[in-house]
């Protein structure tokens, strides 16, 4: 379900993401600090999950409070919560799936990537943005490390276009203005030179 946001200066922020949420409330406490922080890490890591962190990690300093209230020492509490994490990593280990997968027939990492979506504002367009990421993920993994340098993707938004422009362009985006209108607006198989320094005349010296 989403949310209205209105900030102080009269801002709207309309969104369900749990990271967005929390980084538009001004907190005080800080245990609500380390919760907004914990999301952010969430999603900065995983870039999902956001709310469930919070609200899982809202339950575990519940139970705390419980347990501080029957004399359990906060070291022993710190150290059955580690293990019951190991616990459930292992579990989850057990019951998990491995996905089949091949970069010809990805299909089933777009289903996987749609679900993401669901719960997202673009998810009458779910299918063509899970796409749009499967297919941009692919590109820069490196198979062998089984890694993804997620700093080799980047995005980029216009005002005034629409959800069903967008799209993955495998290349580098420049983004600057015409210097001429006539200039040409599309360019194929040309050949490019990128400097690093400034593409103009020496100034005279003027003694």
Do not use: W
């Not at 320094?197 to 010296?205: A, D, G, L, Q, T």
């Amino acid at each position: 379900m989403d949310k209205m946001l209105v900030s102080q200066d009269g801002d709207l922020t309309i969104s369900n993401d749990g990271a967005t949420i929390l980084e538009q409330m001004h907190v005080e406490h800080r245990v609500a600090h380390l919760l907004v922080e914990l999301s952010q890490s969430q999603d900065n890591e995983i870039g999902d999950g956001t709310t469930g962190v919070v609200v899982l990690a809202g339950a575990l300093l519940e139970q705390a409070e419980k347990l501080l209230g029957y004399g359990i020492h906060p070291m022993r509490i710190a150290d059955g919560f580690e293990e019951a994490c190991e616990m459930a990593c292992k579990r989850l280990e057990e019951i998990s799936d491995v996905i089949q997968f091949t970069k010809e027939d990805h299909e089933p990492l777009v289903e996987t990537a749609m679900t993401t979506l669901s719960s997202k504002i673009i998810n009458k367009h779910k299918r063509k943005m899970a796409k749009i990421a499967v297919d941009a993920v692919l590109k820069v993994a490196n198979f062998e490390t089984r890694d993804v340098n997620f700093d080799l993707i980047k995005m980029e938004g216009k005002p005034g276009g629409s959800l069903e422009e967008t799209s993955l362009i495998n290349g580098i985006v420049i983004d600057k203005d015409f210097s001429h209108p006539q200039m040409p607006k599309e360019v194929r198989d040309a050949k490019m030179c990128i400097l690093t320094c400034p593409f103009e005349p020496p100034k005279p010296k003027v003694n």
